[in-house]
C-alpha cells in the first residue's frame, strides 16, 4: 500500500487525509504541537484508520520513506525534512496541489495578491453563483479545496484564493483565469527577498491561460508592459491609465463600470468603501466577462453584496461610535488601507505578531487619521518606538484585546472619535489561533458592550 504523510492537522490537512485514505492510502497525518483541541480533532480520523502523530516533527526512515507528502499552507516549505525528501524523490506537494490533481477537469480561477485578494475572491463567487453556476470558493476562504474534492459533485468553475505559501507547494496548479490583485512587501521572513516573493506569485500567473492585473499598483505596473503584454488590465483611473488597449481593460469611466469597452453597471450600486474595493470589483467584473457571465447576473450579485468577515466589517454602533472590524489587514499595507478607508478621526487597535515591511505609509496615515492608538500583542512596544521615532505620541499598550476594546469606548468622546477599528497590520498567532479567531474575539467584546 502506498504511504502518503500528511504534515498540519488543519482543516486543509485533514481534508487532504481523508481524500488520500478513500483512495486507498496508507495516510499518517502529523503535527509539531499536541494539545486537547488537536486531540479532540484527531479523534474521528483514527477511526477511519488514518493513523495521527502528535507532538512531534517529520523524520524520514531511509528504508521505509512514503512516496507522498502533502504540506499545509502553514508549513515552511524549506523545513530540512521536506528538503531531504525532494531530495530523495518523494513527491512533496500542498494540500491545493493534491485537489487540483482530482478537480484539474474543471476549469479554476486563481486569485493571488499581497492584498484584495480575499475581498475579490468572494466578488467573483457571488458573481459565478448569481449567474446560477456551481461554483464555490476555497484555498484561503471558504472550503479547503480538499473538501472540494470530497463533494464527489461537478463544478463548473472552483473560485480559489491562493497565497504566496500555497503557490511554492502547488507547481502543476494552472487556472484558466488568474488574477494578480496587489504587490507589496509581506511574508519575507518565509521567501528571504521581495524577488523570491514577486517570482513565486508570477509562477501562478504564468500557468494561467488568461490574466487579469491591477493596473493601479504602481509595482504591477512598472512591469506589467514588458512581462505581461498580452494580459487584461484594470483601473480606477479610468481608460486613459489602461495598460492596455480598452477593448481588453475594465475601468471606471463616468462614475460607470466598464468592461471591454463595454458599460457594465453603475459605480453607486457597489456598497462597500474605498477605492481599494472599486478596484476588487473591477477585477471581480473582468474573471466574470471573461468567463462569459452576463451583465444582469454581474449587476444583481454587485447590487447585494455587502462585503466579507474581517475586511472592514461594521460590527454594531454604541453612542454614535462604530466598531469596525478589519482583522484581515495583516501587513502595513493593508492596515494603512483599512484606516483610510474609515471616518476621522479614528481609535485604532493594533499590534500582534510583526511583519516585516515598510511600515511608513501606515505610520503616516495614523498621523493623519488616529485619535489614539491602542496597542495589543507582541508587537506593542516595538510600535511604540516607532511610533516615538516618528514623532506620535497618542498611544497606549493595553496588552489584550478585551481593554482595548472597552477602553475605545470610553476614549471616543473624548477624543471626538465615530470609529473603533480593529486594523492590527500583524499576524494574529501570538495570541490566536488565525486572523479569524482575532476578528471574532473583536466581535463578541464589541456586542458585550451593547
Not at 507532538?55 to 528504508?63: A, F, P
Request: aromatic content about 8%.
Amino acid at each position: 500500500m502506498a504511504k502518503a504523510n500528511i504534515i498540519g492537522l488543519g482543516r486543509s490537512g485533514i481534508a487532504a487525509a481523508r481524500v488520500l485514505k478513500r483512495d486507498g492510502w496508507d495516510v499518517v497525518l502529523s503535527d509539531r504541537a499536541n494539545n486537547e483541541s488537536l486531540q479532540a480533532m484527531g479523534k474521528p480520523l483514527e477511526k477511519e484508520d488514518i493513523q495521527l502523530d502528535l507532538g512531534h516533527r517529520l523524520t524520514l526512515d531511509s528504508d521505509d520513506l512514503p512516496q507522498l507528502i502533502v504540506v499545509s499552507p502553514g508549513v515552511p516549505w524549506d523545513l530540512p525534512a521536506l528538503v531531504q525528501a525532494r531530495e530523495k524523490g518523494v513527491d512533496v506537494i500542498g494540500e491545493l496541489e493534491l485537489a487540483w490533481r482530482y478537480l484539474k477537469s474543471t476549469p479554476w480561477v486563481g486569485i493571488t495578491g499581497t492584498n484584495g485578494k480575499t475581498t475579490t475572491t468572494a466578488l467573483i463567487n457571488a458573481i459565478f453563483r448569481s449567474a446560477g453556476l456551481n461554483a464555490l470558493a476555497c484555498g484561503n476562504i471558504g472550503y479547503a479545496a480538499c473538501e472540494l474534492v470530497l463533494q464527489n459533485q461537478s463544478f463548473d468553475w472552483i473560485i480559489a484564493e491562493i497565497s504566496s505559501y500555497q503557490i511554492e507547494s502547488s507547481p502543476e496548479l494552472a487556472p484558466k483565469i488568474g488574477l494578480w490583485t496587489t504587490f507589496t512587501p509581506d511574508h519575507l521572513s518565509r521567501h528571504k527577498t521581495l524577488e523570491n516573493y514577486y517570482n513565486i506569485k508570477a509562477s501562478l500567473l504564468k500557468r494561467s491561460k488568461l490574466q487579469i492585473f491591477n493596473g493601479d499598483d504602481s509595482h504591477l505596473a512598472s512591469v506589467g508592459q514588458q512581462e505581461w503584454n498580452d494580459a487584461y488590465w484594470t483601473s480606477v483611473q479610468g481608460k486613459d491609465q489602461l495598460l492596455c488597449e480598452p477593448a481588453k481593460g475594465v475601468y471606471l469611466q463616468d462614475n460607470w463600470v466598464c468592461a471591454f469597452g463595454e458599460l457594465i453597471l453603475p459605480i453607486n450600486l457597489f456598497k462597500m468603501v474605498g477605492r481599494h474595493n472599486q478596484q476588487n470589483l473591477l477585477m471581480a467584473t473582468a474573471a466574470a466577462r471573461l468567463a462569459k457571465i452576463d451583465k444582469k447576473s454581474i449587476t444583481d450579485a454587485i447590487a447585494t453584496f455587502s462585503g466579507v468577515s474581517h475586511r472592514l466589517e461594521r460590527i454594531c454602533t454604541i453612542k454614535g461610535v462604530d466598531f469596525i472590524n478589519d482583522s484581515k489587514a495583516t501587513n502595513y499595507d493593508a492596515a494603512a488601507v483599512g484606516l483610510a478607508s474609515v471616518s476621522s478621526p479614528a481609535i485604532l487597535i493594533a499590534g500582534g505578531e510583526a511583519k516585516e515591511g515598510d511600515d511608513s505609509q501606515w505610520i503616516a496615515e495614523i498621523k493623519e487619521k488616529a485619535a489614539t492608538v491602542l496597542l495589543i500583542g507582541e508587537a506593542a512596544s516595538a510600535f511604540a518606538e516607532q511610533f516615538k521615532k516618528s514623532g506620535y505620541h497618542d498611544y497606549e499598550i493595553v496588552e489584550t484585546m478585551a481593554i482595548a476594546v472597552k477602553r475605545g469606548l470610553e476614549l471616543a468622546p473624548e477624543k471626538g472619535a465615530k470609529v473603533v477599528l480593529l486594523s492590527p497590520a500583524c499576524a494574529s498567532f501570538d495570541q490566536y489561533q488565525s486572523f479569524e479567531h482575532r476578528g471574532d474575539d473583536f466581535r463578541a467584546l464589541s456586542l458585550a458592550l451593547l
